[in-house]
């Protein structure tokens, strides 16, 4: 005897239909949210004076939790767009005749949400926390300049609390400086010199580096002398000490750098005002939700998606995107509602709770109900409000001829 596969020949063919547009829409929506966000990552660090290449260090950081935000859209519109085809071609027809049901179409995608509510589960439990604390961690060294930030150009720069730089031409990340000015101020005293080029160069104390300079001026005012000493020379070497650089705090004390272990325990942690424990505890039932919400999601992509092959609309797309994006934005609320105080059942539980009536109910009309279309109605609304527009729009065209 053979053993029975797991996954039959119309379960392998209805993943092979929702994997590619699922992976497609995973890569899109990816790849515009880390563009938007790279645009303004460039004009911070710049506007910091870091080196380019740390964006693509925050980018990457960043990566986790853009994943985070795709995988349910990639799921939703994979399985709408797959069973949108199969029933447009009568695939779907062909199937369910030959006596498969949706309920057993449906197992193949549970399997799949499986999957990615695992990968989602540890994105959101220990990915995110770990990449959201280096993020915040490039962010503070860009700030405090312990990415070795450069001097702007034509700008007066303070280095510490007694030294004033300007250049007017920065090559190769400062080791080539032109046009350089620096005033170096002490009790009674201070140092301008100015030199037509130079550059910058490490010593073996961190906190230290060297200013080399060429072909120079150097005026020393002193408060006991008359006059200022001018010295011209070819060569001359500063050495600048650097103000002391603050260290980065250890990740934790936020809920979005906990992981999903660490937030279980601080929820409840007495040492925790009630404030950090509400926070803690809303942002543990969202990401508990944000993974269960995987299993929904084909049970409302699979009506939205089964279409009239007389009509053709798109609405079921519209539609599932808008409650996709709407029950998102909600959770988000529910989160901050559980911060002021109110109960995670009553809040984010409840809205999954009505999130999930709603899918399986238009799944048992499509399932269950003998012609059943759950977006009939809405095609019906969509004919009855676009006729009259396209006939006013037909008329208004025909007085533009006329004219």
């Known amino acids: 005897m053979y053993a029975r596969p797991v996954l039959s020949r119309i379960d392998r063919y209805i993943l092979k239909k929702v994997m590619m547009p699922m992976l497609t829409t995973l890569g899109v929506a990816a790849l515009l949210l880390i563009l938007e966000r790279m645009l303004k990552l460039f004009d911070f660090v710049v506007n910091q004076g870091g080196p380019v290449e740390v964006v693509f260090r925050m980018l990457a950081n960043l990566t986790p939790h853009y994943m985070g935000l795709a995988l349910p859209v990639g799921l939703l519109l994979g399985v709408l767009v797959a069973f949108r085809n199969i029933s447009l071609s009568s695939e779907y027809d062909a199937i369910t005749s030959s006596g498969t049901s949706l309920m057993q179409l449906v197992r193949p995608l549970l399997m799949l949400a499986l999957l990615l509510a695992t990968i989602n589960t540890i994105l959101v439990g220990w990915v995110q926390p770990y990449s959201q604390y280096a993020y915040r961690g490039l962010v503070f060294d860009l700030r405090s300049g312990a990415l070795g930030a450069s001097i702007r150009v034509g700008d007066f720069v303070e280095i510490g609390d007694d030294i004033t730089l300007m250049i007017e031409e920065s090559r190769q990340q400062g ?34 580096i060297l200013l080399r300079l060429f072909n120079g001026v150097l005026v020393d005012l002193n408060e006991s002398q008359n006059k200022p000493r001018v010295l011209t020379f070819e060569r ?121 009536f709603i899918s399986f109910f238009l799944f048992r009309v499509a399932a269950f109900k003998a012609g059943g279309e759950p977006l009939a109605y809405v095609d019906a609304v969509v004919s009855t409000v676009a006729g009259p527009i396209k006939r006013l729009g037909k008329r208004i065209a025909g007085i533009g001829d006329r004219a």
């Open 236 to 356: 001359q070497d500063l050495t600048i000490r650097l103000p002391e650089r603050e260290v980065f705090r250890e990740r934790g004390g936020q809920e979005l750098e906990l992981t999903l272990p660490e937030l279980f325990v601080e929820k409840d942690n007495p040492e925790n005002s009630i404030e950090e424990r509400a926070a803690f505890t809303g942002n543990f039932h969202w990401r508990i939700m944000h993974s269960l919400s995987f299993f929904i999601l084909p049970f409302l992509a699979i009506p939205m998606g089964l279409t009239n092959k007389r009509t053709g609309r798109s609405t079921g797309i519209v539609i599932g995107l808008a409650l996709l994006i709407v029950y998102n934005e909600l959770m988000e609320g529910m989160e901050t509602a559980v911060k002021g105080g109110v109960s995670p059942y009553l809040s984010i539980w409840a809205l999954f709770a009505a999130f999930a």
């Open 175 to 208: 080791a080539e400086l032109g046009g350089i000015f620096l005033e170096r101020r002490s009790e009674g005293n201070s140092i301008s010199v100015t030199a037509e080029r130079g550059g910058f160069f490490a010593t073996g104390d961190d906190q230290t």
